[in-house]
């Protein structure tokens, strides 16, 4: 983690978290006082030593390799896609696809909404877990005790396209990034199925991806004066089957693995690919979501643009059932909307207590 600058001696600022709209502005007219003291949120296991050693081992994919016409390259590319999912529920995507100046654009106008005045991103303050577009800082202000460095825009983008109207060109360039990040996730989920010894499409149709729910989030985390102290994220593990990240080139995504935090160093011109809460039910538990988190620097922004991809709200999801013909199931099944309104709560967001509430007795 990032050492602190020299700061003010001074006590912590007493701060309500209502009385922050934005981590951004409030960094911005508070730049020599050390932070609240509702963001310190380092506890004596986040400061333990981050296993450098661990970052070269971080699986990676070729996507041009999973969908080759070639069934040996393809087969040998599922292969590779079961052993990252299940060792680290965690994987670089090359090769993907998309191309790097719609990227770039894409991070581009993100900062570009970050960077408009309050007033106007007040026009899309979070009003609850459905609303569709949704901007605010932290992650449940009003309920959690304590608070995050971050600022975010958080979008629902399928079954139905929802977008901010502005910066100009923002709405447009989310759409096509949004649906090219789909078509990926329909090609791994049918690579996945087929590691699981299940038909290609299976979780696809049995879960309705046609008409599936997809989160575009937009993370700003702003310098921090003490970033020893404090996150920008919590360790947590993400609803749905598969999320999407890429990034401003600004390092602080941190993922666990064998109980070691790991530094991730994403190679040039690929996307960082986690397992998600939904994944590990329907695999019965075979992968894993992965717990994840983000840390500060105390130098520079960094943007984060984030897509999430799960079952359609209304779709009831477990273990596949051929799956459980041969063994016992480790979840119970529950509505992809039920279970998305106990981890938008401060209590099911850390960690993966959200998966716990729907673990069976033999989960172990």
Not at 6 to 13: E, F, V
Not at 180 to 209: Q, V
């Amino acid at each position: 983690m990032a050492s602190a600058t020299t700061i003010s001696s001074s006590a912590p600022p007493k701060v309500n978290a209502s009385d922050i709209s934005s981590i951004k502005d409030f960094t911005e007219s508070n730049r020599d006082s050390p932070i609240p003291s509702t963001y310190y949120s380092i506890t004596d296991e986040a400061r333990d030593d981050v296993a450098d050693e661990l970052a070269a081992s971080i699986p990676v994919i070729d996507f041009s390799l999973l969908t080759s016409d070639d069934p040996l390259i393809h087969t040998k590319t599922v292969h590779e896609l079961s052993k990252a999912c299940a060792d680290w529920g965690f994987f670089m995507l090359t090769n993907h696809g998309i191309p790097d100046n719609l990227i770039e654009d894409v991070i581009k106008k993100s900062h570009e909404f970050h960077d408009m005045p309050l007033e106007e991103r007040e026009e899309f303050a979070d009003k609850g877990p459905f609303t569709p577009i949704r901007h605010g800082t932290s992650v449940f202000p009003d309920s959690e005790k304590v608070h995050y460095w971050r600022d975010y825009l958080r979008v629902i983008t399928s079954p139905e396209f929802n977008f901010p109207h502005k910066p100009l060109g923002f709405k447009e360039l989310a759409f096509e990034y949004s649906r090219k990040i789909r078509t990926i996730a329909m090609n791994l989920l049918e690579g996945i199925s087929e590691s699981l010894g299940l038909e290609s499409n299976s979780i696809i149709e049995s879960t309705c991806f046609d008409s599936s729910h997809q989160l575009f989030v937009v993370n700003l985390y702003p310098p921090c004066p003490q970033p020893e102290f404090a996150l920008g994220l919590p360790p947590h593990s993400d609803h749905g089957f598969l999320t999407f990240l890429t990034q401003n080139g600004i390092g602080g995504l941190q993922v666990k693995h064998d109980g070691k935090w790991v530094n991730v160093n994403p190679r040039t011109k690929c996307l960082i690919v986690n397992t998600g809460d939904q994944l590990e039910a329907v695999s019965n538990g075979r992968y894993r979501s992965v717990l994840h988190r983000a840390v500060l620097n105390n130098k520079e922004a960094r943007i984060s643009v984030v897509v999430g991809n799960g079952p359609a709200l209304d779709k009831e999801f477990g273990p596949a059932p051929k799956l459980l013909e041969k063994e016992k199931p480790l979840f119970k099944s529950i509505q992809y909307q039920d279970y998305l309104k106990v981890q938008q709560q401060s209590s099911g967001f850390v960690n993966k207590s959200a998966l716990d509430c729907i673990r069976l007795d033999a989960y172990s």
